[in-house]
Each structure stands twice: as structure tokens, then as C-alpha cells.
């Protein structure tokens, strides 16, 4: 397949392929890709843990199988994740800062005109590695999880998608057994879909806290404890049933909970791991997501590089595994499926490529259609067409 890319994209072949898990698809099977506009946060400096190469934040226009357009802006350090606003007109990002760039992480407001990306203010995060921002349904508040500090901030957000100061910061406290556990760790703070409750999953402590969303405090009204040296990391409800899902970095499981949507309570109902049963080599989990149906859900291995794929059982919120599936990259992080429930798509940060797939909807596995090349990309969202 011959596409026709911007001069900072590539088609590449590819080159990284897990035989257990691929089987090359015949020219009938081979899908479209459904037409799309993606922004991809990515990393544009060297860390400890990422040699950045990108150039800010992209825009992908994708219309029946060639990429038509591309946007870059490059007035941010690092947006390592984002966010859209409930109209897909604005798009917010985390500027993930250490102490020898500035004093405070970032997080960032900027307005879509046509293919450009306009800046329209930035708040601090108060703290350091900001790495997840999220939107409340409404529009009218934004919530920062910050890596480093412990720290977590809530800003109300005007009309105009100006981000207003931030109307309460609050510094959480906890450790696990794990290295890295040394101290908490917010990496995400995720909105209930009815709007009422953020989860903050907390790696550093094993816990995952509800907060009360709207408001301008942080008001704890319950926790989930997750086994020792789990390491939560992202969180995802499922779209029809009262069911949510927490992917555990550290040790490449997925947690259950039943989802109590009149208190936030979190209980636990099982673990899955998300590799399988022979790999004992290095991976960590990163994100996860369900299809649009709630039939499938699916996790991202960093090592394994590979999505886990798990049916999804409403009555009693278990998971089957449907298989694993090599991202044909290395270190995927973030993913995203389009609201149409047919293509996924996957951002391989150490081998810089974005890489397409077809979701079976009758058994859940994946088919791999195309690739290109995009600098440490990081953070994948569809913006519905």
C-alpha cells in the first residue's frame, strides 16, 4: 500500500512482528481507515526516560486511507497527554516539566482554527511530570494528575476555554512496596461518564481515591485499595454496565471493580494479567481502553509490546482473554479507537511510528493495516467527525 505523507511522515514497513499474535491480513480482510482527525501528544526533549523527538503537538487527518493533512505546534515542551473539550474545538495538553526546566509543570488551553492550533493561556500544575489532564463533561472544570509531588490540581475552565487559576491543589501521601514506590504518584484522575465523581489512581500508594468532580476542592469520599506493588496507572468505565477497570503498571494486571454510581465506591471483583502465561522479561502496563460497544476491552505492554485483548462478561464484570497482539513498535503507550468501533490505533513511543488496526467486532482480535512514522509519540484522541 503506497501513501503519499508530509515531509515529517513516513510510510514504513514493518519491521517489529510477534508471530503467535499476527496473522497478515489477505487483500479482501484489508479495511479502510475510517475517516478521522487525530491529535498525538508526543515527547520534544531528551529525559531519563525518553529521547524526544518531536517537534509539539500533531494533527492527522485521515481520509479514506491517505493522510491529507498535518499540524504542528511547537510553543510546548513535552505535551506528553491531552484532552479535548466536550465540543472537540479546544484541545488541552500537560507540558511534562522536570526541575531543570522550570518550577512547575504546565498545563495548557488552545483553540482549533482550521488546521492550526491557537494558544489560549496556560495555568501551572504545581508540581512536576505532569502526566494526564482530563475534562469534565460540561466543560467547565479540568483535572491535572502530576507524577512527581504527589500533587493533583483543579482548575474551572471559561466559556471561551480560557483555564481560570486553579481553585484547589491537593498533595496526596502514600507508598508501596515497589522502587518506585517510594512516595505517591498520581497518574491519572479520570471523570465518571454521569460527571459526578474523579478517580484518581495513585501508582506510588496502590489506591485508587473518588473525588467529588464539580466544586472547587478536592473532596475525598472513598478509596480502593489495589494488592501491594500493583501500581495503578489508568482507569476506564465500561459504557453500558456498572463496571470499572484499572490498568496496574508494575505489575501488568487489570483490575475489576464494581462501580457504585450513587457514591463513587470502587469494589474489587478480580485480577487478570495482561501478558501472557510464558513472558517473564521486562513490560509495564500503560493504558487501556474499551471499544465503543463495551464488548472488548484492551491494555498496552511496554516490553511485551503488545495490546492484551479481553471479552468483557456484563453480567458479573469478568474478562476472557481474546489474545495479544504485537504493536509492531516498541514501547506502546497511549491508544485510541474510533468512535466507530472499527480502527484502533497505537503510539509506539521508542520506534516512532503510529500503526493502524481493524477490530474484528465478532471475536475482538486485531488486524494490522498500515503505519507511519511519527516522532516518540505518546498520547492518541480522536476528535469525532
Not at 505523507?5 to 480482510?29: K, N, R
Not at 463495551?294 to 476472557?320: I, Q
Given at each position: 500500500?503506497?501513501?503519499?505523507?508530509?515531509?515529517?511522515?513516513?510510510?514504513?514497513?514493518?519491521?517489529?512482528?510477534?508471530?503467535?499474535?499476527?496473522?497478515?491480513?489477505?487483500?479482501?480482510?484489508?479495511?479502510?481507515?475510517?475517516?478521522?482527525?487525530?491529535?498525538?501528544?508526543?515527547?520534544?526533549?531528551?529525559?531519563?526516560?525518553?529521547?524526544?523527538?518531536?517537534?509539539?503537538?500533531?494533527?492527522?487527518?485521515?481520509?479514506?486511507?491517505?493522510?491529507?493533512?498535518?499540524?504542528?505546534?511547537?510553543?510546548?515542551?513535552?505535551?506528553?497527554?491531552?484532552?479535548?473539550?466536550?465540543?472537540?474545538?479546544?484541545?488541552?495538553?500537560?507540558?511534562?516539566?522536570?526541575?531543570?526546566?522550570?518550577?512547575?509543570?504546565?498545563?495548557?488551553?488552545?483553540?482549533?482554527?482550521?488546521?492550526?492550533?491557537?494558544?489560549?493561556?496556560?495555568?501551572?500544575?504545581?508540581?512536576?511530570?505532569?502526566?494526564?489532564?482530563?475534562?469534565?463533561?460540561?466543560?467547565?472544570?479540568?483535572?491535572?494528575?502530576?507524577?512527581?509531588?504527589?500533587?493533583?490540581?483543579?482548575?474551572?475552565?471559561?466559556?471561551?476555554?480560557?483555564?481560570?487559576?486553579?481553585?484547589?491543589?491537593?498533595?496526596?501521601?502514600?507508598?508501596?512496596?515497589?522502587?518506585?514506590?517510594?512516595?505517591?504518584?498520581?497518574?491519572?484522575?479520570?471523570?465518571?461518564?454521569?460527571?459526578?465523581?474523579?478517580?484518581?489512581?495513585?501508582?506510588?500508594?496502590?489506591?485508587?481515591?473518588?473525588?467529588?468532580?464539580?466544586?472547587?476542592?478536592?473532596?475525598?469520599?472513598?478509596?480502593?485499595?489495589?494488592?501491594?506493588?500493583?501500581?495503578?496507572r489508568h482507569l476506564a468505565f465500561h459504557p453500558r454496565a456498572p463496571y470499572a477497570y484499572v490498568l496496574n503498571e508494575l505489575n501488568n494486571t487489570v483490575t475489576g471493580f464494581h462501580y457504585n454510581a450513587e457514591n463513587g465506591a470502587l469494589n474489587i471483583i478480580?485480577?487478570?494479567?495482561?501478558?501472557?502465561?510464558?513472558?517473564?522479561?521486562?513490560?509495564?502496563?500503560?493504558?487501556?481502553?474499551?471499544?465503543?460497544?463495551?464488548?472488548?476491552?484492551?491494555?498496552?505492554?511496554?516490553?511485551?509490546?503488545?495490546?492484551?485483548?479481553?471479552?468483557?462478561?456484563?453480567?458479573?464484570?469478568?474478562?476472557?482473554?481474546?489474545?495479544?497482539?504485537?504493536?509492531?513498535?516498541?514501547?506502546?503507550?497511549?491508544?485510541a479507537i474510533h468512535p466507530g468501533g472499527k480502527t484502533l490505533l497505537v503510539a509506539n513511543q521508542n520506534s516512532d511510528n503510529v500503526v493502524q488496526f481493524t477490530i474484528d467486532t465478532k471475536n475482538g482480535k486485531l488486524r494490522y493495516e498500515q503505519e507511519w512514522?511519527?516522532?516518540?509519540?505518546?498520547?492518541?484522541?480522536?476528535?469525532?467527525?
Amino acid at each position: 500500500m503506497k501513501i503519499r505523507l508530509p515531509l515529517f511522515l513516513v510510510f514504513i514497513s514493518p519491521v517489529f512482528l510477534m508471530t503467535s499474535c499476527y496473522e497478515p491480513p489477505s487483500d479482501q480482510q484489508s479495511a479502510m481507515m475510517e475517516e478521522a482527525e487525530v491529535w498525538v501528544g508526543t515527547y520534544t526533549r531528551k529525559e531519563g526516560h525518553v529521547d524526544g523527538k518531536a517537534a509539539g503537538i500533531y494533527r492527522l487527518q485521515f481520509k479514506e486511507d491517505s493522510l491529507l493533512s498535518s499540524h504542528t505546534t511547537e510553543d510546548i515542551v513535552n505535551p506528553s497527554f491531552l484532552c479535548l473539550s466536550p465540543d472537540g474545538g479546544r484541545v488541552y495538553a500537560v507540558s511534562e516539566l522536570g526541575p531543570d526546566v522550570d518550577t512547575t509543570g504546565y498545563v495548557y488551553s488552545y483553540q482549533q482554527e482550521g488546521e492550526k492550533l491557537m494558544l489560549i493561556n496556560r495555568q501551572p500544575t504545581f508540581s512536576f511530570a505532569p502526566c494526564y489532564v482530563s475534562v469534565h463533561p460540561n466543560g467547565e472544570w479540568l483535572y491535572v494528575a502530576n507524577y512527581v509531588g504527589g500533587m493533583i490540581a483543579r482548575y474551572p475552565v471559561a466559556k471561551n476555554g480560557q483555564i481560570k487559576a486553579a481553585t484547589d491543589t491537593l498533595r496526596l501521601v502514600g507508598q508501596g512496596p515497589n522502587e518506585r514506590q517510594e512516595s505517591s504518584h498520581p497518574h491519572s484522575a479520570t471523570v465518571s461518564p454521569d460527571g459526578y465523581w474523579v478517580m484518581v489512581a495513585d501508582l506510588g500508594a496502590d489506591q485508587v481515591h473518588t473525588f467529588r468532580a464539580e466544586g472547587p476542592s478536592w473532596e475525598l469520599v472513598a478509596t480502593a485499595e489495589v494488592p501491594g506493588g500493583s501500581g495503578p496507572r489508568h482507569l476506564a468505565f465500561h459504557p453500558r454496565a456498572p463496571y470499572a477497570y484499572v490498568l496496574n503498571e508494575l505489575n501488568n494486571t487489570v483490575t475489576g471493580f464494581h462501580y457504585n454510581a450513587e457514591n463513587g465506591a470502587l469494589n474489587i471483583i478480580d485480577h487478570w494479567s495482561t501478558l501472557p502465561d510464558d513472558f517473564k522479561d521486562f513490560s509495564l502496563g500503560a493504558d487501556l481502553h474499551f471499544s465503543p460497544d463495551g464488548e472488548y476491552l484492551y491494555a498496552s505492554n511496554r516490553g511485551h509490546d503488545s495490546l492484551a485483548g479481553f471479552r468483557v462478561d456484563t453480567r458479573d464484570g469478568s474478562l476472557e482473554s481474546v489474545g495479544y497482539f504485537s504493536t509492531r513498535g516498541t514501547f506502546p503507550r497511549n491508544f485510541a479507537i474510533h468512535p466507530g468501533g472499527k480502527t484502533l490505533l497505537v503510539a509506539n513511543q521508542n520506534s516512532d511510528n503510529v500503526v493502524q488496526f481493524t477490530i474484528d467486532t465478532k471475536n475482538g482480535k486485531l488486524r494490522y493495516e498500515q503505519e507511519w512514522e511519527v516522532k516518540t509519540p505518546v498520547c492518541l484522541q480522536f476528535a469525532e467527525k
